[in-house]
């Protein structure tokens, strides 16, 4: 049987790109362009009609990522993709290529598809595999070099903005901090090799410690906990951490693609939240469980659980962390995001949330 066009060596011509997912594009951009040496499409930013351009073309019951993906593949195409990367996952994610590329033929779209659903995290050499497979004269030394630099890049995104987040709501001059992490993000797309991100980096993170911020000595700490796609991409949540930096909360999450990539197998995470979960329920159902514990342990004041309408490891984990609520007295508001999620709701939910934590804290001083 001929093999599929699709299925074929790219051109080297090729107009690569892969859905938006934070600020992590940015890696992408240089694993291909560098790794590859094919051209990458940067995705335009999401808008409410990348949601709408998906939930028209998706089946309804999907969950919101398969929908903002979908709607931001047809977006990249219209950009100039003729390439489009899907990545796996450990819930039905990993059948979302299949169905995203059935649609998209269906619409008529002459794209070709890579799928890495197949690939291990743990295992680079399956992510070799593919790209080989991709480009059968791959210089695996330039290759490596890349992949390299991406993971570190990974992890210089992840340290600033964590930082960010901690800091931003106690900031004397929040527009001073809003100007590094753009200036930094716009330089980071043009650093080439381990030094210059890493010079980078540093400099990046000595600017944001460096602006004057007004933090109580006890400030309202709350832990943001949940699904790793709708946590971790801030158009999908509506940039909730941002809200909350805003109302003068400190902001904690554990959850971002170094821990995904380095600690999230090997944790150990079930004897520690045996308490609360006996059996893995899929996706990062169980760093959620983890990730509450810890906070209700460590005396955050609020923990908040945000998900996809319909993700079912979420919606698994629930129990478990209303039982965490119930045994250290920590409240948790549950936040399912959707295509109808309205910014109003969420914002009244978030404000009724911070008054009620803040109020629980006053009274127990
Ligand atoms: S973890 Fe949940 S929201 Fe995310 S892709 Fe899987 S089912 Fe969908």
């Given at each position: 049987m001929p093999v599929s066009k699709y299925r074929q060596p790219l051109p080297p011509d090729s107009k690569i790109s892969f859905p938006q997912f934070g600020n992590y594009g940015i890696a992408m951009e240089h694993l291909i362009q560098k790794?590859?040496?094919?051209t990458y499409v940067m995705p335009p930013r999401m808008t409410r009609h990348t949601l709408e351009l998906g939930a028209r073309y998706a089946p309804d019951s999907v969950c919101a990522p398969f929908k903002l993906n979908l709607g931001c593949f047809l977006e990249c195409i219209d950009a100039g993709a003729d390439t489009l990367i899907?990545?796996?996952?450990?819930?039905?994610l990993g059948y979302y290529g299949e169905l995203h590329e059935q649609i998209l033929r269906d619409m008529g779209k002459d794209v070709r598809f890579v799928n890495f659903a197949e690939c291990d995290f743990s295992r680079p050499k399956t992510f070799v595999d593919e790209f080989r497979e991709l480009k059968p004269d791959l210089d695996i030394k330039r290759f490596t070099a890349a992949a390299v630099e991406t993971v570190r890049m990974v992890n210089a995104?992840?340290?600033v903005d964590a930082l960010f987040r901690r800091r931003i709501g106690f900031a004397e001059d929040p527009r001073a901090m809003d100007a590094i992490r753009t200036n930094w993000l716009k330089q980071l797309r043009m650093a080439d090799g381990i030094k210059q991100i890493e010079l980078l980096r540093k400099a990046t993170v000595r600017m944001l410690e460096n602006q004057k911020v007004n933090m109580p000595k006890h400030p309202i700490r709350v832990g943001v906990v949940g699904e790793f796609f709708t946590i971790m991409d801030p158009f999908s949540n509506h940039d909730i951490e941002y809200e909350l930096a805003h109302m003068g909360v400190l902001v904690d999450r554990w959850m971002d693609m170094t821990n995904c990539m380095y600690h999230y197998r090997s944790r150990k995470m079930l004897p520690r939240i045996k308490e609360y979960a006996h059996?893995?329920?899929?996706?990062?159902?169980?760093?959620?469980?983890?990730?509450a514990l810890h906070y209700a342990k460590s005396g955050f004041d609020g923990i908040i659980h945000v998900k996809s309408a319909g993700c079912t490891p979420e919606i698994d984990a629930i129990p478990a962390l209303q039982n965490i609520s119930a045994d250290y007295h920590v409240p948790i508001l549950?936040?399912?995001f959707d295509t109808q999620t309205s910014e109003t709701g969420l914002n009244t939910r978030l404000e009724?949330?911070?008054d009620m934590i803040s109020m629980r804290k006053q009274a127990r001083k």
């Open positions: 790794g590859l040496g094919m899907q990545t796996g996952g450990t819930c039905r995104i992840d340290e059996y893995n329920m899929g996706a990062t159902a169980m760093a959620t469980i983890d990730a549950y936040l399912s009724a949330f911070y």
